[in-house]
């Protein structure tokens, strides 16, 4: 029955964003399209095109008791732009899910960002004898129409339920110190999600995080540390059809 239960939840998590989601994006109540984060491979690679550094990153989270999900990311900057790259796995005992990203993002313009991925996805039941795999492409933009506003973009295929996610949003940056994100994320059959998020940066080394999303309804909150070349991520996430998410990363920056 376990196996049978969670086959059913695939569908929300095989899109690689709900799987492979930045611990920082997660307090953010999930917005994605303005970051230029450590996971923009899978989130809006349009975002690599801003990165200055290579990176590496490990991270856990747990959306269920039974259910753990591990992330390995990879950042690497070239003289046009970054290539990068998220690997993850999840899965109990007989069943398992496994997802690459492979993305490209590039600077068009000092205003305008582009990026391209590939998610490749397989699942199986070894005991049913199952296995499917599925290949996403997703497509993002971002522009800085000013110091202090960033509006993105984001479309990406979603061959399991053979239908395209569309995102848009804006994030807009006050006091030298806080960052405000909106959101709106558009699921052909499933309604829209509003998601929004506030960064506030208490010192150099320490910045809180705060989010809200509906569809369902989640509420969040993060902390994120800094100490010289790493950066620690600690978040959570309280869901009212499912209780807390937590989630925690590392990444090494050089």
Not at 36 to 64: D, V, Y
Not at 119 to 140: N, Q, V, Y
Not at 210 to 237: C, D, E, K, Y
Request: aromatic share 12%.
């Amino acid at each position: 029955m376990l196996p049978v239960f969670f086959l059913s939840l695939f569908p929300v998590f095989i899109t690689g964003q709900s799987v492979a989601q930045e611990s920082s994006r997660a307090a953010l109540g999930g917005t994605f399209v303005t970051g230029s984060g450590f996971m923009s491979a899978c989130q809006n690679q349009a975002g690599l095109g801003w990165i200055e550094h290579h990176s590496l990153s490990l991270q856990h989270s747990r959306p269920f008791m039974e259910l753990g999900v591990s992330v390995l990311a990879a950042q690497i900057k070239d003289p046009k732009g970054a290539w990068g790259t998220v690997f993850s796995t999840f899965g109990i005992t007989g069943l398992r899910q496994s997802s690459v990203w492979l993305s490209y993002g590039m600077r068009l313009s000092p205003s305008l960002s582009a990026g391209l991925g590939m998610h490749f996805h397989t699942f199986s039941i070894p005991e049913k004898s199952f296995f499917h795999s599925g290949l996403d492409l997703a497509l993002g933009l971002q522009t800085r129409i000013s110091e202090h506003w960033v509006l993105g973009v984001h479309m990406a295929t979603e061959s399991s339920r053979q239908s395209m996610c569309i995102s848009a949003g804006c994030a807009y940056s006050f006091f030298n110190t806080a960052t405000c994100y909106s959101e709106l994320h558009i699921k052909p059959g499933q309604g829209i999600q509003l998601a929004n998020g506030l960064e506030w940066s208490l010192r150099k080394q320490f910045s809180l995080m705060l989010g809200i999303s509906n569809l369902p309804l989640t509420w969040s909150a993060g902390v994120a540390v800094l100490r010289q070349n790493w950066v620690m991520h600690l978040a959570f996430q309280y869901v009212t059809e499912n209780g807390s998410i937590p989630h925690s990363s590392l990444h090494y920056v050089w």
